[in-house]
């Protein structure tokens, strides 16, 4: 079955340090997306992206954010100048299409900043 | 926006007893509905989604769910428990629109007694 990867699994990162978190989706998926969970609390929304743009972006991703698409396998999550707040699991996720489609989502890295 | 509610934060059955869990959700067009569970340490697995179809959904490892407008729920079920099946449980929503943003509930942590 098709999986969409996480590297790395942990990050630990200095804060003020800018971070680079990296995916690779499913390859007939056209939906990408970041997702991160603070210990303790709900999923939450950051980014989706599609047809080489963000599509819609939540309050939490300022300007510390940004998510590109290098090469036409990854799709990467920066973090600049990192916040000990920032710390969280980051979930990405690839869907197709289709209103309603489902999720798959990678295992996710834990990123600490100390 | 959609937003989900998910009653009870924990839940603890015992081994072979029902398993119920709560969702609630709101949103002010046709959502399309899902329950995703998450082991330790590991990413979210899709257990089972409702896109509008059979108000029934049967899922993965025993579980189904049943989408009811009239109450905005979508609550999920397994007959009888099984020890394997201790994890944490979100229900989520999205929308037919751009990016099919899911919006997560708080979730709920299943603990199964032998």
């Known amino acids: 079955e098709p999986e969409v990867t996480q590297t790395p699994s942990h990050q630990v990162t200095q804060m003020g340090q800018e971070v680079i978190l990296r995916c690779v989706p499913i390859?007939?998926?056209?939906?990408f997306y970041w997702y991160r969970q603070i210990l303790g609390q709900k999923v939450e929304f950051l980014v989706s992206?599609?047809?080489?743009?963000?599509?819609?972006k939540s309050e939490i991703f300022d300007d510390q954010f940004s998510v590109e698409r290098p090469d036409g396998s990854n799709f990467t999550l920066k973090i600049r100048s990192t916040k000990l707040e920032d710390s969280a699991m980051y979930f990405c996720?690839?869907?197709?299409?289709?209103?309603?489609?489902?999720?798959?989502f990678g295992s996710g890295t834990r990123l600490t900043i100390v | 926006a959609q937003s989900v509610t998910q009653l009870g934060s924990h839940v603890s059955v015992s081994e072979g007893a029902l398993v119920l869990l709560r969702c609630n959700y709101s949103?002010?067009?046709?959502?399309?509905l899902f329950w995703y569970v998450q082991y330790p340490n590991q990413g979210l697995q899709l257990l089972l989604k409702?896109?509008?179809?059979?108000?029934l959904v049967k899922g993965i490892n025993g579980f189904e769910a049943e989408f009811k407008k009239s109450e905005t729920s979508f609550h999920l079920t397994k007959p009888s428990a099984h020890m394997s099946d201790a994890a944490e449980y979100f229900c989520?929503?999205?929308?037919?629109?751009?990016?099919?943003?899911?919006?997560f509930g708080g979730g709920t942590r299943v603990l199964v007694k032998p």
């Open positions: 409702y896109t509008s179809a059979a108000t």
């Open positions: 390859s007939n998926h056209l939906y």
């Open positions: 996720a690839s869907s197709e299409m289709d209103p309603g489609a489902s999720y798959t």
């Open positions: 992206f599609y047809n080489n743009e963000i599509s819609e």
């Open positions: 989520a929503v999205s929308v037919k629109a751009a990016g099919n943003k899911l919006t």
């Open positions: 949103s002010s067009v046709p959502p399309y």
